[in-house]
């Protein structure tokens, strides 16, 4: 069984930020791709922190409580897989926190 959610306009506007930031660092340099998706989103560009990753893209991405944080991380998952790792089958490792 395979259930579809419909995203919201800022889950999906946020999805094709994170599409075009791939995009860019796959066929850049990542400092830059980061300085273009600001850009692209009419924002003032921030520094990029590379956070000792190299030039693998790092990015962390902002909803409000109740925004979809769960359901925004599984279609990330395969923008992620399309733009960036252009792979069918990506291995994805998901921590879930217990309350112990």
């Given at each position: 069984m395979r ?12 999805l ?5 930031f791939?995009?860019e660092?796959r066929s850049?340099?990542?400092?830059e791709?980061?300085k ?6 009419q924002?003032p560009?921030i520094p ?8 693998m893209p ?5 909803l409000?409580t109740?925004?979809g944080k769960t359901v925004?991380a599984?279609?990330s ?6 733009h960036?790792l252009e792979?069918?089958?990506?291995v ?9």
């Amino acid at each position: 069984m395979r259930i579809m959610f419909t995203l919201k306009d800022y889950q999906t506007r946020a999805l094709a930020a994170l599409s075009h930031f791939l995009t860019e660092a796959r066929s850049g340099t990542v400092e830059e791709a980061f300085k273009q998706s600001y850009l692209e989103q009419q924002l003032p560009p921030i520094p990029y922190r590379h956070y000792d990753f190299g030039e693998m893209p790092y990015v962390c991405m902002r909803l409000p409580t109740g925004g979809g944080k769960t359901v925004q991380a599984t279609y990330s998952v395969s923008v992620v897989q399309k733009h960036y790792l252009e792979q069918d089958y990506p291995v994805v490792l998901w921590l879930v926190p217990t309350n112990t």
